[in-house]
């Protein structure tokens, strides 16, 4: 043996081993690191341990930088979960054009039905000669903080009194005071029953065109349309408006929008129609699959009078997992999943259900998921925007108890007597 090979002898050192095994010894730091990808360990060995490669994003998914390389394996650089991507600024100075979307804006927040129309709007504008801008018009209270990457050039929100409720004549006259001023080359709506379809027609109507309704496929040339109740595609030259169908295109993901604020004089008309209000509905006779908030149980439920209570307090849809229609306590009908209803509700709170793939499937749809659950690392709380950690009878019995407390106040009351 050479004296060459003698030095490349690696020589075990057990108390070395026995610190970089211990996490707790005080040494174990200057032995081991903890976040690097691949360890040398005190045997010589090269360890890699692939799970510690990224790091996990905001939303709780793990995300791995290949273009910047191994950012853990480094020790330095890894990214705050708050750190957020700065997306190029898209700007208009002088728009040559406008196109004009109408949002539903269900809630005061731009719907994923709005922010399809919004990427259809830039697809168009990108098909036209000149520098497009995307003017995004909103009725009603805004609430939405993301207009700038949904894709708004131009921002007129109408929040006026006289915009309030159900009223299309006075709304419609405001979308003709945008027709003078700004000329649109399109006008797009969202082709839904929350509001688009029935302004789109209105407008139409008034300017004399012809629009393209169900349109789920279109350039600045043509748009298919879905016509016989979704059975076949009518392709017709690109109208100047159109009603569009959901995921008609892909929403904007690269680019960040000014959202410039414009504004209009309200002017007020005489309308023919007067809003009554909304009036009460069981909740529960609203079909599962049209339901807006759902309040679903899932083996994690022990007293099924408290939950029905739960959800009769909470105006709620009854919805249930597959466990909980098998054993019993619930209907049929009311099984959310793959072998159930598909949901698309704004709000699905998710109480003692695990979030088995069968269930989410039929949640895919939903906007805002809560779960309650004894379980913080089951599937549910991994896709819930708002998660509370425990059991479903006390959190059930506390939420009935606060919501009865604050709908006793007096200004709700008086506000329900208005309604
Ligand atoms: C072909 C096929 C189709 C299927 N289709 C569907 C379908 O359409 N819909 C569907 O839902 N399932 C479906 N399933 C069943 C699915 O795989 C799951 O078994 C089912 O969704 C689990 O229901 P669960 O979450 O209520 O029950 P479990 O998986 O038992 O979960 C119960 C949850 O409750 C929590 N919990 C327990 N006690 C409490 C407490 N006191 N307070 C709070 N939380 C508590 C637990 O932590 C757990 O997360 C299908 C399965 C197959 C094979």
């Not at 520098?131 to 708004?152: N, P, Q, R, Y």
Request: proline fraction near 4%.
């Amino acid at each position: 043996m050479s004296s060459h090979d003698l030095l490349d002898i690696v020589r075990r050192d057990p108390r070395a081993e026995w610190i970089a095994r211990n996490r707790l010894h005080p040494l174990h730091g200057t032995l081991v690191d903890d976040d690097a990808a691949e360890v040398r360990g005190p045997s010589g060995l090269l360890r890699k341990y692939p799970h510690r490669v990224g790091f996990i994003g905001p939303n709780g998914i793990k995300r791995i930088d290949r273009l910047k390389g191994n950012a853990a394996a480094s020790g330095k650089g890894r990214r705050s979960a708050a750190q957020e991507v700065q997306l190029p600024l898209h700007r208009v100075e002088n728009p040559d054009f406008y196109i004009v979307v109408v949002a539903d804006m269900v809630g005061g927040r731009l719907t994923g039905h709005d922010k399809d129309v919004l990427g259809q709007a830039h697809k168009l504008a990108a098909g036209i000669e000149g520098a497009g801008a995307v003017l995004t018009v909103g009725f009603g209270s805004a609430k939405e903080e993301h207009f700038d990457t949904a894709g708004v050039d131009r921002l007129l929100v109408l929040d006026d009194d006289i915009y309030e409720g159900y009223c299309p004549e006075q709304r419609l006259a405001a979308l003709l005071q945008v027709e003078n001023e700004y000329q649109p080359r399109h006008w797009l709506f969202p082709d839904s029953v929350n509001g688009g379809t029935d302004l789109g027609s209105r407008l139409a109507a008034r300017l004399h065109e012809r629009p393209a309704v169900q349109a789920w496929q279109v350039d600045h040339q043509t748009a298919v349309c879905r016509g016989a109740g979704g059975t076949m595609d009518i392709t017709r030259e690109t109208p100047r408006l159109l009603m569009l169908a959901e995921e008609c295109a892909d929403q904007i993901d690269e680019t960040r929008h000014e959202a410039l604020p414009v504004t209009l004089t309200p002017v007020s008309v005489i309308s023919q129609l007067q809003d009554q209000g909304p009036v009460a509905v069981d909740p529960n006779a609203v079909a599962l699959a049209e339901a807006e908030f759902i309040l679903s149980a899932g083996n994690g439920i022990h007293d099924w009078d408290q939950f029905h209570a739960a959800a009769a307090v909470l105006g709620a849809t009854e919805g249930a997992s597959r466990v909980a229609v098998d054993d019993g306590f619930m209907p049929r009908f009311r099984q959310v999943g793959a072998t159930g209803t598909w949901v698309t509700a704004r709000v699905y709170l998710a109480v003692g259900i695990s979030g088995a793939i069968q269930h989410m499937q039929g949640i895919g749809q939903c906007d805002k998921v809560i779960a309650i659950n004894t379980d913080a690392g089951c599937d549910m709380v991994k896709r819930a925007s708002l998660s509370a950690i425990g059991d479903s009878e006390e959190i059930l019995g506390e939420l009935i108890k606060r919501v009865q407390a604050f709908r006793a106040q007096p200004s709700i009351e008086g506000d329900q007597d208005a309604a």
